[in-house]
């Protein structure tokens, strides 16, 4: 199961789970988000969160197969197909832009998903699934920190609160860490889905944090106080859990203790 | 929609030729991967995306401060190349001196028997067991090509990105803020977008290292290009369109 091995990932959730976790939660909480006042935003990022852990588990599917690159260079696709579909959507789509957003997301995902089984020729069976589903996380996942952020995805809020002033690359940066980075963290051939989908879990908390100090500018402290607090409690407990999870399949932990001194070395 | 796709049909294109320009470009910038960080492969030890996302996005912001000072797109596209090619050599230089003067390890090559450029014996330079170290001189050259064709190719995405939208009304001049310019944004972030998924897909053509124009996974550059012309010609329709509904809001 490590990169540059080939096979599918052992999985404990079956892939439709995930997928239907991200779908339907990213797409709640992002419609929440919008319905809701302000000071309920933060469904925005528990979308987001959710979609973060679709699209690790994605990766993670994917890159079992071995990329014949890093595991980072797949979670930038995913956020860069994310941006192109999510602004677009947004642009055309009005009150149904998230929808439409993901839908141009997987078409996108699965063109570039065949041009790089077919043309390319990286021979990996679920590349054209596995890109749709990473660039549909990825757009859901910027739709969701954008929410957080704007209040509501009417395209003028977004461009004028997250675009223009250039949030949008904050967020590029810590939604695409949230899909790549528990992959690249968790492989080898110790690798546990719970492990690494908790990670997942970690990361989108994290960045549901910072995109709560940013949401302060539109929503007033009040907003992002709750927006922070969530993500703290969030980010709390799965990092908790994720812990555990390490204790668990480790061998042993044991304490190292401090560094010695300069006298007991001798 | 259609229509305004049709009156854009031509920056489409310079969008699409941008995507194509930077997706072989990247085939040429030495990306050793996680190999050459630990001196076991020639190149810089990072992946491509980081190098050429690095190197692209400096071209795509000095592109665009010559874009607050002048129309002229030759001129647009020359600041852009400069860019990535002064991050990408400094980059290249900085990395040559931690092999030579931290690792200790000469700069050679294992795909060729002598460096092209300055006819140097490469073989007996590479340790054992590896594939070659740090960065000798035909990779800098190649590098130094690679950056300036990714820069080339973000400037011209960006600069099509712009010309979209002043064709309807929008204004990308200098503001007084720093921040606030809707179509800056938007199509800089399009810009960021159409670059790393054409920065991903050559990635993969190479299977994730490569040493410059003379390493023989080089020749494999047409299946990229085709692959980021359609995947950029897609891009472009969609940001074309995101582009246009700016004008409304």
Redesign the interface.
């Known amino acids: 199961m490590s990169v540059g091995g080939s096979g599918g990932a052992a999985s404990g959730y079956p892939a439709q789970t995930i997928i239907a976790l991200g779908v339907i939660g990213g797409l709640i909480g992002i419609y929440l988000g919008d319905f809701m006042p302000a000071a309920y935003s933060f469904f925005g990022g528990i979308g987001a969160i959710c979609a973060t852990v679709w699209g690790a588990d994605a990766v993670r599917r994917v890159a079992s197969y071995g990329?014949?690159?890093?595991v980072?260079?797949?979670g930038?696709?995913a956020?860069?197909?994310?941006?192109?579909?999510a602004?677009?959507g947004?642009?055309?789509g009005g009150f149904a832009g998230p929808i439409v957003a993901f839908i141009?997301a997987v078409?996108?995902g699965i063109?570039?998903g065949a041009?790089?089984n077919r043309?390319?020729?990286?021979g990996i069976p679920i590349m054209e699934q596995a890109m749709a589903e990473i660039a549909g996380a990825g757009t859901l996942v910027i739709l969701g920190l954008s929410v957080v952020i704007a209040g509501s995805f009417d395209?003028?809020a977004v461009?004028?609160n997250v675009?223009?002033?250039?949030y949008?690359?904050l967020i590029?940066i810590i939604g695409g860490m949230g899909i790549l980075h528990p992959f690249n963290a968790s492989l080898g051939p110790d690798e546990r889905q719970d492990r690494t989908l908790v990670l997942a879990v970690e990361k989108g908390a994290i960045a549901l944090i910072i995109v709560g100090f940013v949401s302060s500018l539109n929503e007033g402290l009040m907003a992002a106080g709750v927006n922070i607090l969530i993500g703290i409690i969030i980010w709390y407990v799965a990092f908790m859990k994720h812990y555990a999870l390490i204790k668990r399949d480790a061998y042993q932990v044991v304490g190292t203790g401090l560094l010695p001194s300069a006298e007991e070395l001798q | 929609m259609i229509e305004g796709i049709m009156a854009n049909i031509l920056w489409m294109i310079l969008i699409t030729l941008g995507g194509a320009l930077i997706s072989w470009g990247v085939h040429f910038v030495p990306v050793g991967g996680a190999p050459a960080a630990m001196a076991q492969a020639t190149g810089v030890g990072t992946g491509t995306v980081q190098l050429a996302a690095g190197a692209g996005l400096t071209g795509l912001v000095s592109a665009g401060f010559m874009m607050n000072v002048t129309e002229n797109l030759p001129l647009i596209l020359a600041s852009g190349a400069v860019g990535a090619m002064i991050m990408i050599s400094v980059t290249m230089i900085v990395a040559t001196w931690v092999y030579v003067y931290g690792v200790g390890c000469v700069p050679s090559s294992a795909k060729v028997k002598t460096d092209p450029i300055t006819k140097y014996r490469q073989d007996i330079y590479v340790s054992q067991g590896t594939e070659g170290h740090g960065i000798p001189t035909v990779s800098f050259v190649s590098g130094v090509i690679g950056a300036a064709l990714g820069g080339i190719g973000g400037g011209l995405v960006y600069y099509s990105l712009i010309k979209v939208g002043t064709s309807i009304g929008l204004t990308a001049g200098v503001t007084p803020d720093v921040v606030g310019n809707s179509l800056v944004g938007v199509a800089a972030m399009f810009a960021i977008g159409i670059f790393l998924v054409n920065a991903v897909i050559p990635s993969y053509n190479i299977g994730g290292t490569i040493e410059g124009f003379h390493d023989p996974k080089w020749k494999k550059w047409p299946k990229a290009v085709i692959s980021s012309l359609i995947a950029s010609l897609l891009c472009a329709i969609v940001a074309v369109v995101a582009i246009l509904q700016l004008g409304g809001i």
């Open positions: 990329l014949g690159t890093g980072p260079s797949i930038m696709l956020l860069g197909m994310g941006t192109v579909a602004l677009f947004l642009s055309v141009v078409i996108i063109v570039i041009l790089s043309v390319i020729g990286m395209y003028s461009v004028h675009v223009a002033t250039g949008i690359a590029f």
